[in-house]
């Protein structure tokens, strides 16, 4: 009973899941297309300029606590309140030093509108913590309906303000305020629904648990972010704004699914796994299958994207953006692999090796640099070409523990995930084919849409894949 109970846990905790991702992404994407169609590449290269300085301070702050605390069987108040009071001064602190380094910054990027931007957008670092509770305590009680429905409304507010401001001229600021404003109606309905406020002093004992578990993670976390934001500060230094709004396009479309996976199943898998943690068994079984319909659902998607990318870059945001099509359909066959990556870390963290973890990711960054270092000198081609190679051997590197926790390596992974890629890659060839043969773009994107997704769920059904009744599974009452 209490298996069949996780088991309808998980399934609702998808589901939501799911519809959160789902409505959130779609609605960033047609915001976005509305968006690309009235704001330059410049525009958009400027407002990811900063992007690195506030992810480093997002961790600092203390996100790697929250992880901690959503694992931690025994939960007290005292540690909910003593991560609060933490992630709430540091966020101060980070504000204050970014407040003072933006005139730095705005020069280092010979990018004068960055000064105000970031004295503006670093706000979120006074209010943010304040939600982070909140957040935390429905994640632990498996409720995603609340996030899911609150993320919708303020995606909505956000689209209304950005579209607006963008249409009335504001250009790179209606970037900004729309996302703050977005932010601020998301913490009020936090705070109403939740109804949490510290009711413990900072706690030493608290402190320590959870420093403990997430300063490797912090560690592990800042190497990935610093690591993930090389590209861009290189770009954005080195070459032109527009460059760099283009490969950020590119990146941010073909991340769209991808990460919508990961955040799905991140989300929902880690607390899910959390609570079988002790039964092996078990684990591996649930860990296995997650594994194989995570793949069974975005590997496809990431290759008809890569199929189609050309056609709907034009029909999306028009030939102004022409130029991320290719890097569009390159980065689709590295961001594929990212969900699968997430699966085999959030069991490092279920099983509460944050050590290892922490070892995984300066290992992986160190052959990232080189392999960045002497791609993205030959342009930004070669270097997403780079970006699927250092992809591909993070699997390798990802699985290694994984066989020793659980003894599902990376030979057993792959031999599970080898029918899907190899269909997917199929119906690729099939979709992409397409749209070399007929010359309408309306006709490339619908054919090919409906050409290769026709090819693949019809050969998985021919072969009778396991993965389908699992998807079967999910859909059904």
Known sequence: MAEQSLKQKTKKGLYWKFAEQFATYGMQFVIGIVLARLLSPSDYGIIALPVVFYSVAYILAGSSFATAIIRKPDLKEEDIS??????????????????????????????????????????????????????????????????????????????????????????????????????????????YVVRWYPKTGWSKESFRYLWGFGNKLMVSSLLNTVYNNIAPIVIGKYYSTADLGVYNRAYNYAKIPSE???????????????????????????????????????????????????????????????????????????????????????LLQVKGRSDWFMKLEIIKKVYGVIILGVTLPFGLIVFCL???????????????????????GFLMQLKDLAPTFFLSLMTFVISWSLTQIISNIWLQLVLGGIAGSVFYFGVAWLLKMNQLSDIKYLFSR
């Open 82 to 191: 003593t991560a609060f009071y933490y992630s709430t001064a540091v966020g101060i602190v980070f504000y204050i030093l970014l407040f003072i380094a933006s005139p730095w910054i705005a020069d280092f990027y010979n990018a004068p509108v960055l000064k105000p931007l970031i004295r503006v957008s670093a706000l979120v670092f006074l209010y943010e913590p304040i939600g982070t509770p909140q957040s935390i305590i429905l994640q632990r009680r498996l409720d995603f309906k609340t996030p899911a429905i609150i993320r919708v409304v303020c995606n909505i507010v956000s689209g209304i303000i950005g579209i607006t401001m963008a249409y009335y001229g504001y250009g790179v600021w209606s970037l900004t305020i729309s996302s703050m404003l977005s932010g601020i109606v998301g913490l009020c309905f936090m705070l």
């Open 260 to 346: 919508n996976a990961t955040g799905v199943l991140q989300s929902v898998t880690f607390p899910v796994l959390s609570k079988i943690q002790e039964d092996e068994a078990a684990l591996a079984q649930n860990y296995r299958r997650i594994l194989k319909a995570s793949a069974f659902v975005i590997f496809p998607v990431m290759m008809l994207l890569a199929a189609l990318a050309h056609p709907l870059i034009i029909i999306m945001i028009t030939k102004k953006w022409e130029s991320c099509v290719v890097l569009l359909q390159i980065i689709c066959f590295s961001v594929m692999w990212y969900p699968i990556h997430a699966i085999n870390l959030n």
């Open 386 to 408: 780079g970006s699927v190679l250092s992809s591909f051997i993070s699997l390798v590197v990802n699985t290694h523990y994984t066989g020793r926790l659980i003894h599902l």
